[in-house]
């Protein structure tokens, strides 16, 4: 099978560097095309790749098309696309926020994947949610999934609504961590720890209870209440929380991102 990946940022490159040793490729080199000639140059000493800096030299022959350019650079890449694509071709779109509506009107195509990714795809811990239009046949969903998931794990959704709402959970939900973790930092360096100390005590915690997490099959609130006793030093930081409203809080921020989603699929 041929794949080709169109935009080498940090996505496309994430999802193509997953994929290139796919068996589904069948020994094809997967394909990349770019339009930054430094890329393209740095690309082409990577022996797992053939790179492109012209369309019409990969896209009329490859099977299945991902495209990972910002969601502002998609009307100009689908003008220039529309005359060399086929109808039995599957385009699989990275970018958030542009609709299947809007992908099959502009490039004029049929078969529409539509996904969410999120960053740990770097190191092969990636969710990605996705959904099809009609003309996708069951087989090419599953194929298509296959090579999702040489990136970590994938979920597939009925409707784009909740690629719009995984956006405020997986999609940018990274950040959410990272926010939760640099506040942690920042209150281990007031301590007085070291910063080579602070990153370890934070980043030891999260991995831990990630772990514990994943190996039993206990929620988050029920270890809360193992870890928390009555009077102790835990539940005065969760009363702490549960005073300040936290946890509306960090629902109210997923629900910003989702809405943000919806408003920017809308923006065309
Ligand atoms: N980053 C994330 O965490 C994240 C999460 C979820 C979804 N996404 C989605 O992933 C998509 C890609 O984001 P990114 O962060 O990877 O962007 P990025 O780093 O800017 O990568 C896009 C690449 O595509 C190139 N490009 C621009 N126009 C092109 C064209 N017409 N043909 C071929 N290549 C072209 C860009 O070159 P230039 O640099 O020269 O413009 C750049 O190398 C976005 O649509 C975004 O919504 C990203």
């Known amino acids: 099978m041929k794949v080709l990946v169109i935009g080498a940022g940090n996505m496309g490159l994430t999802y193509a560097e ?4 796919s068996p589904m490729l069948n020994k094809h080199k997967l394909k990349i095309y770019d339009t930054d000639p430094k890329k393209i140059k740095s690309l082409r000493e990577d022996s797992r790749f053939d790179v492109y800096d012209n369309l019409d030299d990969c896209l009329p022959k490859a099977d299945i098309v991902f ?3 910002k969601p502002y650079h998609s009307d100009g890449l689908f003008e220039e696309m529309k005359t060399m694509i086929n109808q039995s071709q ?18 004029e195509a049929s078969k529409v994947i539509r996904t969410m990714p999120n960053l ?3 190191v092969g811990k990636g969710v990605t949610s996705y959904t099809e239009s009609k003309e996708v046949s069951r087989v090419e969903l599953i194929m298509v999934r296959n090579l999702l998931d040489t990136t970590g794990t994938s979920i597939h959704v009925d409707t784009e609504t909740f690629i719009d709402a995984s956006t405020g959970i997986s999609g940018s939900g990274p950040a959410y961590v990272f926010y939760f973790m640099q506040s942690m930092l920042e209150a281990a360096l007031k301590m007085g720890f070291s910063a080579y100390d602070s990153k370890v005590l934070v980043s030891s915690t ?14 988050p609130k029920s270890w809360i209440a193992k870890v928390a006793s009555k009077g102790g030093t835990t539940q005065a930081a969760i009363d702490s929380m549960e005073d300040n409203n936290v946890k509306q809080l960090i629902q109210d921020a997923a629900y910003a991102a989702f809405d943000r989603a919806v408003e920017l699929g809308k923006e065309d």
């Open 18 to 21: 997953g994929m290139a040793d």
């Open 67 to 69: 495209v990972a350019v």
């Open 90 to 107: 599957i385009f699989v779109s990275l970018m958030a926020g542009v609709t299947i509506d809007t992908i099959q009107e502009k490039l």
């Open 120 to 122: 740990p795809a770097q």
């Open 206 to 219: 999260f991995e831990g209870a990630i772990e514990l997490f994943n190996q039993n099959d206990i929620s």
